[in-house]
């Protein structure tokens, strides 16, 4: 398939924000793209491979301009001028290209399969991985392309390609193009397994839709962690359980999941990257004190103290750099225990459709604790004092709380899914809401005062899982700390976009919209219904929202991305959970 073609494709989805249209947009390219398609898919995405392949394109902003000045004989100089006025890269090469470069007589067919294999070659992935090698392919890309064509292709060399699809969008794109509606959930489960889109389409357009139905854990392969949803009291947690669950520590550390096979290890954090070499001694540990042909296992890493079993909070080993967390030099003097709770894979057999209570049996047969690895303490019990009990031991002992686990026949472990089969109950602050949000910010208000020159306000958004779309929250103006605040022009800067982007609903229109991608935990007094504010709109009021009052920022969450927000069905269920509270007292 010709470039070019994609590239009609994708002016077409900027067009458009409405979900719908750009899932058949999607189906109607992949169905043309043939043999193209694996890659075709993760192009979309703006990506060579998976994520978790850990695949950087690489070629800095500057090194891309220089290039740009190389092919077109202009000063950098002028063509820093182009890019300050548009704002992208992108843009600023498709100027460029139209406005008359070079190009070679012969020139080369700009088919999808050329174009990924030189993105391949300017992600070093081959091993040319030199400056020179990764420029020269950018050139040659630049002059055998045209003017649309440079300024998607830069676009994904940047990590600034923002067609507004998340996976699931593609997802259902490649459902429309090649299957049927009535298999989406277990594709989904597929991909919540194996989350790699490209794998996905494969298969899908082979008509192999039992390997997809029949898809599980893959040892080596990250998967997508299940999740938890929340109650404000253990009272409704046992109902909400049918008075058949149990109950364990709620750690306060890094999700980290474990896959061993045949001698070699990896680990993956939430966020599916992986993090094996900064766990060095749960490496060397597990291999000494466990001997299995294969297993995959989850669990919560904590610093500890192996004197007093005292648990520290997970800043104290690590530093924030980019997107993830570095571990310190710290971690020689404070060592890292991983607090196993769930086990989904064990010498070649999948167990993640056996109830909780048996996976736990499995865990509790098969791992003997040690100073590297223990089980989450666990009770079973339907006795509210005994439960009580057990969650203020765990808050004592440096935990968040607790999280209730069902017991019941249907406990899977249901991958990359929210639900009732985990239930959290963490610590109630008074006259507070007991737990924080993860928000997405979508726009900013210019600052005034104080804040001349960066950001006043922050509008923030919830995920709405089941539209896809992001919705109003709240207004951020408290929290920050004057180094946070200086910060945030970096961290949102090149995330203005010049229109509201797709997928997020929004009645407020602030200076600056910002493409979703930040996520930030906030700390909040109570949610109330709000006219401005378009979360839950229509659902508790109609013509109304709900909103957050007085937020404070409390961290950004790096390791989260937008669609693992803070969903709007959450907050409606925080919402509801306070009425209660209210009329008891
Ligand atoms: P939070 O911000 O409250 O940690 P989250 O969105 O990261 O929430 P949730 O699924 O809502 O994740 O809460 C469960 C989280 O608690 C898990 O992601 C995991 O990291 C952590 N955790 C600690 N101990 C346990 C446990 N025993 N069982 C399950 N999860 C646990």
């Given at each position: 398939m ?80 182009i ?11 498709e100027?460029?290209?139209?406005s ?10 700009l ?7 030189q ?19 950018y ?77 599980g ?37 890094l999700?980290?999941?474990?896959h ?33 042909d ?11 103290n ?16 980019g ?57 079973v ?20 709380g ?42 900013a ?35 920050f ?8 022009p ?5 995330k ?29 007094a ?47 269920e ?12």
């Amino acid at each position: 398939m010709d470039f070019s073609d994609v590239a009609s494709y994708f002016s077409r989805m900027e067009e458009t924000t409405k979900r719908l249209e750009l899932t058949s947009i999607l189906a109607e390219l992949f169905k043309r793209s043939g043999d193209d398609l694996k890659k075709l898919v993760y192009l979309v995405q703006g990506k060579l491979m998976p994520d978790y392949l850990g695949i950087e394109l690489g070629l800095s902003d500057k090194l891309i301009i220089k290039s740009l000045s190389k092919a077109s004989g202009r000063s950098e100089e002028d063509i820093n001028r182009i890019f300050s006025r548009l704002g992208d890269l992108g843009s600023t090469a498709e100027e460029i290209s139209s406005s008359g470069i070079q190009r070679p007589l012969l020139k080369e067919s700009l088919t999808v399969d050329y174009v990924y294999n030189q993105l391949i070659k300017i992600s070093g992935y081959t091993g040319h991985g030199s400056i020179k090698t990764k420029m020269d392919a950018y050139i040659d890309l630049l002059i055998n392309s045209g003017p649309m064509e440079i300024k998607y292709i830069t676009r994904i060399i940047t990590g600034k390609l923002r067609l507004g699809v998340a996976d699931s969008t593609i997802l259902d794109g490649l459902i429309e193009a090649f299957s049927e509606k009535k298999y989406a959930d277990d594709i989904e489960t597929a991909y919540n397994f194996h989350p790699d889109l490209g794998y996905i389409a494969e298969n899908l357009m082979m008509g192999n839709i039992n390997e997809l139905l029949n898809a599980g854990p893959v040892p080596l392969i990250p998967f997508k962690v299940m999740l938890a949803e929340r109650l404000q009291s253990i009272s409704d947690i046992r109902n909400k359980m049918g008075h058949n669950a149990s109950y364990e520590y709620k750690y306060d550390g890094l999700r980290t999941q474990l896959h061993f096979l045949k001698g070699g290890i990896k680990i993956f954090s939430r966020g599916l990257e992986e993090t094996t070499s900064s766990f060095p001694d749960i490496v060397q540990n597990f291999k000494s004190y466990y001997s299995f042909d294969s297993c995959i296992i989850d669990g919560e890493s904590v610093p500890y103290n192996p004197e007093t079993g005292e648990l520290y909070p997970f800043q104290m080993v690590s530093k924030r750099r980019g997107r993830k967390y570095e571990l310190t030099e710290k971690t020689r003097e404070v060592p890292i225990v991983m607090f196993i709770f769930d086990i989904l894979y064990l010498n070649g057999k999948s167990l993640v459709n056996l109830p909780y209570p048996e996976r736990r049996s499995i865990l509790e047969k098969n791992f003997k604790e040690n100073e590297y690895f223990k089980l989450a303490k666990r009770i079973v019990s339907d006795d509210e004092h005994d439960i009580m009990k057990f969650f203020e031991r765990s808050i004592e002992e440096g935990c968040e709380g607790i999280v209730a686990k069902s017991n019941g026949i249907d406990s899977i472990y249901r991958a990359g899914a929210r639900g009732w089969l985990w239930i959290k109950f963490k610590r109630d602050y008074q006259s507070e809401l007991s737990d924080s949000l993860d928000l997405v910010v979508v726009g900013a208000f210019d600052g005034h005062g104080r804040r001349k020159g960066t950001f006043g306000a922050l509008l923030l958004a919830c995920y709405n899982s089941k539209d896809d779309t992001f919705e109003t929250v709240c207004k951020l103006g408290s929290g920050f700390t004057d180094e946070m605040l200086s910060e945030m022009p970096r961290l949102l800067g090149d995330k203005i976009v010049e229109k509201k982007p797709a997928r997020v609903n929004s009645s407020m229109e602030p200076d600056h919209w910002i493409y979703p991608s930040l996520v930030l935990e906030i700390r909040g007094a109570e949610i109330t219904v709000s006219p401005v504010h378009t979360c839950a709109m229509n659902i508790i009021e109609k013509g109304s929202g709900l909103a957050l009052r007085f937020p404070r920022l409390i961290k950004p969450r790096d390791d989260k991305k937008p669609e693992d927000a803070t969903t709007t069905n959450e907050i409606i269920e925080m919402y509801k959970a306070q009425k209660k509270v209210i009329e008891k007292s």
